[in-house]
């Protein structure tokens, strides 16, 4: 297996995608793909606990980067691979503690997976959680040298995006510095940064880390996810480039995973459900969907970004 196809679903990197445990776990669910959590150079802690919360359909985390490192994922990834009929993807990002620059630590990452033949590697632009550290996807700069100089040679790349929502012109500057690169998937979005969830009854934000903000997942974000979907197939479609996007935010049921489609993702990946309520999701989510297709005669593809191509508003009055 070497591609992602409509419709297929995988988890949301950074959701129990860390050991070998956890991948093999999703290796043996119905998910499509996998992606890892994200690696860096050298393995890390992360930060103090508590470093994630759940609540209602929602979670916040602030987990700092925690993964075993991209030496062990170069032994863990081809074991996976050869075991199970099944594509992992490494997540990439960079850390503030070592000597390489950021462009050096991608590179690095870059040519280590290369070489034991992933099939494909996604690009974390959008780490919220490193104090003090920008998110390299706010500086239209940093990322064309990124991809200038790390994107790699023989495989497909996909891009782990942030919402742009609130800065237009942010998003119209990246649109044009990664589209250029022509990345296989754009992965809109993560989750939305310095969110905060207080326990009224302690009267205590709940996690540790950074001040208590962390990135915000699950049903609420949902919106904010379809829309920003939406802002990239248009871009997409517009450029007539093969570029899919894989929505990633607020799947937490058969609508919210169809409003995605029909905003343009070509494919999805579920966090927080999945964090919630474990492997089971990828099946019942695939189930339900197979039936609400089968029903009306659709297939996957009649329905992606069919939204963007029907003129008319819903108007029925809810
Ligand atoms: C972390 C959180 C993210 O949303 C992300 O993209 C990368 C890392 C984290 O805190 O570990």
């Not at 064309?144 to 500057?173: C, G, H, W």
């Not at 993702?265 to 189930?287: D, M, S």
Request: hydrophobic share 35%; aromatic share 8%.
């Amino acid at each position: 297996m070497s591609g992602i196809e409509a419709g297929y679903i995988g988890n949301a990197a950074g959701v129990l995608d860390t050991t070998k445990f956890e991948l093999e776990n999703l290796a043996r669910s119905q998910a499509n793909f996998i992606v890892t959590k994200s690696m860096t150079i050298e393995p890390r802690k992360g930060n103090p606990e508590p470093r994630l919360k759940t609540w209602g359909f929602s979670s916040t985390n602030s987990n700092g980067l925690a993964n075993l490192g991209v030496d062990a994922y170069c032994v863990i990834i081809p074991e996976i691979e050869s075991k199970y009929d099944t594509i992992v993807v490494p997540s990439i990002s960079t850390s503030d503690n070592v000597e390489l620059s950021v462009i050096d630590q991608y590179k690095l990452m870059v040519s280590k997976l290369e070489a034991i033949g992933v099939k494909r590697i996604q690009f974390n632009t959008s780490c919220p959680n490193l104090p003090g550290k920008p998110m390299i996807g706010n500086s239209p700069e940093t990322l064309d040298d990124m991809f200038k100089e790390a994107r790699p040679s023989n495989i497909p790349f996909s891009v782990k995006v942030q919402p742009y929502n609130t800065d237009p012109i942010l998003f119209k500057q990246v649109v044009e510095t990664m589209l250029k690169y022509k990345p296989a998937e754009i992965v809109a979005i993560n989750s939305i940064p310095l969110s905060m969830f207080i326990d009224t009854s302690t009267m205590r934000k709940t996690l540790r880390p950074n001040n208590g903000w962390g990135g915000y997942g699950g049903a609420g974000i949902l919106p904010i996810a379809t829309g920003e979907v939406n802002r990239w197939y248009r871009e997409i479609q517009r450029r007539e480039l093969p570029t899919k996007v894989i929505g990633c935010g607020g799947v937490y049921d058969l609508d919210s995973a169809l409003q995605h489609h029909m905003a343009g993702a070509y494919a999805l990946e579920i966090g927080t459900w999945f964090l919630q309520e474990g492997t089971g999701v990828f099946a019942q989510l695939k189930r339900a969907r197979d039936a609400w297709l089968a029903d009306r005669g659709y297939d996957i593809s009649d329905i992606i970004g069919i939204a963007e191509r029907n003129p008319e508003v819903s108007e029925i009055v809810t």
